[in-house]
T-cell receptor, first 113, second 116 residues
Framework: AQSVTQLDSHVSVSEGTPVLLRCNYSSSYSPSLFWYVQHPNKGLQLLLKYTSAATLVKGINGFEAEFKKSETSFHLTKPSAHMSDAAEYFCVVSEKGNTPLVFGKGTRLSVIA | DAGVTQSPTHLIKTRGQQVTLRCSPKSGHDTVSWYQQALGQGPQFIFQYYEEEERQRGNFPDRFSGHQFPNYSSELNVNALLLGDSALYLC???????????????FGPGTRLTVL
């Protein structure tokens, strides 16, 4: 069965500094991997997705993630944090073909001015 | 192009009552999945509907049931509400069971259910 572990429940960075949110996954098959962001009182928005086409995936708002099969990791990064990036971030794994999405517990990102 | 919509936004019920939540999928989508997000947790899969049938189900009791209509919209029903059912209920839509190779799902804003 697939699962994800988000290694930090809370990350705090200063505005303008890099962001790193860590995620390890477990899957019996070649997985699809996603990062979603959830702002307070809002729905989930897809940041980026890995679908085996390229190991470095670029998403919206300057975020990117690198798929490392040998480390079973899919960490999310951004070179420079903005105040608007403060939100809850979820790493998600799925086997291809409409199987249920399996979410991590989330990492809350705080951005300090 | 309207995205996924859900109603109502908020709902307050008491233990033992029944509740119905509604979801309209993104235009062009025919598959609806429901997730429960407890406070401080990631969403958990409840079930998925395609062609008006429940196709997959997560680890939720039979008190949770659903329906999909010919226009692809969906309802989530919860009977005999418990305090532990208090959560944000998210609806996600996607296109096709076999055609959505990478399983991209689009989420609505959710319905916040509070059980007193």
């Amino acid at each position: 069965a697939q699962s994800v572990t988000q290694l930090d429940s809370h990350v705090s960075v200063s505005e303008g500094t890099p962001v790193l949110l860590r995620c390890n996954y477990s899957s019996s098959y070649s997985p699809s991997l996603f990062w979603y962001v959830q702002h307070p009182n809002k729905g989930l928005q897809l940041l980026l997705k890995y679908t085996s086409a390229a190991t470095l995936v670029k998403g919206i708002n300057g975020f990117e993630a690198e798929f490392k099969k040998s480390e079973t990791s899919f960490h999310l990064t951004k070179p420079s944090a903005h105040m608007s990036d403060a939100a809850e971030y979820f790493c998600v794994v799925s086997e291809k073909g409409n199987t249920p999405l399996v979410f991590g517990k989330g990492t809350r990102l705080s951005v300090i001015a | 192009d309207a995205g996924v919509t859900q109603s109502p936004t908020h709902l307050i019920k008491t233990r033992g009552q029944q509740v119905t939540l509604r979801c309209s999928p993104k235009s062009g989508h025919d598959t609806v999945s429901w997730y429960q997000q407890a406070l401080g947790q990631g969403p958990q899969f409840i079930f998925q509907y395609y062609e008006e049938e429940e196709r997959q189900r997560g680890n939720f009791p039979d008190r949770f049931s659903g329906h999909q209509f010919p226009n692809y919209s969906s309802e989530l029903n919860v009977n005999a509400l418990l305090l532990g059912d208090s959560a944000l209920y998210l609806c996600a839509s996607s296109f096709g069971l076999a055609g959505n190779l990478y399983n991209e799902q689009f989420f609505g804003p959710g319905t916040r259910l509070t059980v007193l």
